[in-house]
């Protein structure tokens, strides 16, 4: 069995997509004849590298929406990498863009090819335009909507995104960490891991809504830089009580350790890691009441209606008078969040997953 581990923005990007897909490459790579492919890899063992446009790159001039960039990154990276494949003589791709399995799809149907694919739905993608042999759903709510329009449940796995959970706690005194990242002493820190934009992670509405508080709170977003325009915004609301930072993986334990509460503000994801890790991380949490977020939280107090203005900031308010109650909540998330979506416990989840999908025919 040859498998074809896929990211097309790996090396360049690290969003939650490209960090599932290098953890379960380092997880498995041991066991299986495996192959990570990227874009901008550092040519180890097993790792290959192949050109594409990039969806945050030249592509922006045509000031088309990220989405569609997006999709021509996917199609320009297909383009080199299925005729490697077929050359290599892989006997499944796995990989977790939808787009990448259209053009999967329609070259093994034209070319009458032998490779099978495997999609890891990491949101809530439309499958019903191509036919993956496997179909992997991260959460209960995706894996029962999945059976619903009728996929059997031998073509279909549920297996949750996977987090290193001892990495996450951070030794380093916090205050010496405040002190690294510029926040000043006395503030109430609210974090919150997500890209700089609007539509889907309403980073406008959680300034917002801190802007509403009127004790001294911070707010710390580490995250990628997609609308600049929303770092200006912060400063213009909250002034020297925000900052926006981008750092690198091995800096996130430090970043979850200096806050006193974590904040994810979308009203639909597909997962979440940051959200998983700042569990880990033993923060407490808040996020919209949502079936993906109630099944990794399985916290309702956790939980806020944050489509509603103002809901957010009540929150917040109610977590911070009660910070006793919600830290012990915090401390019981932590360990069980580490028994669930370790990878310790989820390896051998993954290995049973490519064992049904080659025992069952195509």
């Known amino acids: 069995m040859k498998i074809a581990l896929v990211c097309t923005s790996l090396g360049y990007a690290f969003r939650g997509l490209e960090r599932f897909t290098l953890d379960l490459f380092n997880l498995l790579k041991e066991e299986l004849s495996i192959t990570l492919f990227g874009s901008q890899l550092n040519g180890r063992s097993n790792e290959v590298s192949l050109p594409c446009l990039k969806y945050d790159g030249w592509l922006k001039v045509f000031k088309g929406r990220t989405r569609d960039n997006y999709y021509f990154q996917q199609l320009s990276y297909a383009l080199s990498f299925i005729p490697f494949v077929v050359w290599q003589k892989y006997d499944l791709v796995h990989y977790s863009e939808p787009a990448m ?66 990495n996450f706690l951070a030794a380093t005194d916090r205050n010496l960490l405040r002190e690294k990242y510029g926040i000043p002493k006395g503030k109430i820190v609210i974090l919150s891991v997500a890209a700089l934009n609007r539509r889907h992670k309403r980073i406008d509405y959680l300034i917002r809504e801190i802007n509403r508080l009127t004790k001294d709170y911070f707010l710390l977003v580490a995250g990628l830089p997609e609308e ?100 012990a909540i915090a401390e019981r998330n932590r360990t069980r969040t580490a028994e669930r979506f370790d990878w310790n416990h989820l390896k051998e989840g993954y290995l049973r997953m490519y064992e049904r999908v080659f025992s069952n025919a195509s």
């Open 101 to 166: 399995g259209i053009f999967l799809w329609h070259a093994k149907k034209r070319f009458k090819l032998k490779y099978k694919i495997l999609f890891t739905n990491w949101g809530i993608a439309d499958h019903s335009c191509f036919r993956p042999d496997h179909l992997q759903e991260i959460t209960p709510p995706a894996y029962q909507r999945t059976i619903n329009l009728g996929v059997s449940r031998e073509k279909a796995t549920l297996l949750p995104f996977g987090v290193h959970a001892k």
């Open 228 to 327: 600049s325009d929303l770092e200006g915004l912060g400063h213009e609301l909250l002034g020297e009580n925000f900052k926006f930072i981008c750092v690198n993986p091995g800096e996130m334990a430090g970043v979850y350790h200096l806050a006193d509460l974590f904040v994810i503000p979308s009203l639909v994801e597909g997962f979440c890691l940051a959200l998983v890790e700042a569990m880990c991380a033993g923060l407490p949490v808040i996020a919209h009441d949502f079936p993906n977020f109630q099944w990794i939280v399985e916290e309702p107090r956790c939980l806020a209606d944050l489509a509603q203005e103002g809901n957010l900031a009540k929150k917040i308010d109610e977590v911070v008078e009660n910070f006793d109650t919600f830290r």
